[in-house]
């Protein structure tokens, strides 16, 4: 069976939560898929091929097209509906898309798209104008009932699926992610490095997301305000908020300078793999109260770390973290700050949201997502 994939989410240097997912997914394929052949599609404008074709594979191969992706986008796919990928990838049976992108194919080659969330149709109010347009532009609801097999990362994502595009149910199947998180120990010289480089000190009390809106980054600031003036005990736990920076987020900013613990929360923008790995390392407890998730990998991250978490209570992470992790209700600020005492004061807490944590996280791997994956492409070939 010839398999295509669209990689275009792994164009970009630094990975983060697709582009993850999809390269996450792809070495598990590569490690236990020794029978079918894969044919990997790109396209740029600009020469990838140095950086992708470390994608190469005795039964993968890299394919890229040189198109500008403007051009290529609203104009060869969507208005001409040419190139067909397949087609311009010698022929698959099966193109598997990992992500929502402008992609024309041939009536008979089927089609399996990967659908992480539909944030953009649930809370259209969290994302730019440009943004909003970029989805209106890609005619989504389109793409999916148009495809012959949709996986959704979570039950949740897939009722979104259902309920608001109006795909039938038989078309849409649940394989929960892996876990990103691979444990590794540092040295006390990289671990004061990496200190000394952010001005850190005291008890770190993480956050690792994109800074924008769905994010609940604005209650998590308030939460930590009404922590610290309630609490003179918890003066030395810094807020650390790591991640790049997304959309609508001048409010955030605007809230944290008006803060008057500014100086103890802490931006530090798009961290490295292995500055991630310290951090989850390094931190005294994990807080993710997001609005909304189509998964969510950094919960199962920290956890892999020996990091209590405390997590929203909707959309999919109540599926991801089962009992491992206290439940906040995010649209409650002083909810999120009296788990996070609870947290920091209860050793008895800690130690068991860690335990449960190690176990939660068996849960959930690559090797078993692939193995999934196969199956459905074995489906459809039949």
Known sequence: MKIGVDIRVLMDEYYSGVSEYAANLLSALFLIDKENEYKLFYNSWHNLDTRLNSWNRPQARVIGLHIPNKLFNYFCQKLFARPKIDQALGGVDIFWSPHFNFTSLSIKTKKVI?????????????????????????????????????????????????????????????????????????????????????????????????????????????????????????????????????????????????????????????????????????????????FYEGFGFPPLEAMTYGLPVVCANVSSLPEVVGDAALMINPFKPEEISGALKLILSDESLRQTLIKKGFARVTNFSWEKTAQEYLKVFKELSC
């Open 114 to 290: 990967t659908v992480h969330d539909l944030s953009f149709l649930r809370y259209p109010e969290f994302f730019s104008v440009r943004k909003n347009f970029w989805h209106k532009a890609l005619g989504v609801k389109r793409i999916l009932q148009t495809a012959d097999k949709i996986i959704a990362v979570s039950e949740n994502t897939k009722n979104d699926i259902i309920e608001l595009t109006g795909v039938s149910q038989d078309k849409v199947q649940v394989i929960y992610s892996g876990n990103n998180a691979v444990k590794r120990e540092f040295t006390s010289q990289e671990t004061e490095e990496f200190f000394n480089k952010h001005k850190l000190s005291g008890r770190l009390m993480l956050y690792l997301g994109t800074i924008e809106p769905r994010k609940n980054i604005s209650g998590l600031i308030a939460a930590y305000n009404e922590l610290r003036l309630k609490n003179e005990s918890l003066a030395d736990v810094k807020l650390i908020m790591a991640g790049a920076n997304g959309w609508k987020n001048k409010k955030i900013y605007s809230e944290w300078k008006n803060s008057p613990y500014q100086n103890d929360i802490i931006f530090l923008g798009y961290i490295s793999q292995k500055e991630k790995k310290i951090l989850y390392s390094k931190s005294v407890v994990f807080v993710y109260p997001s």
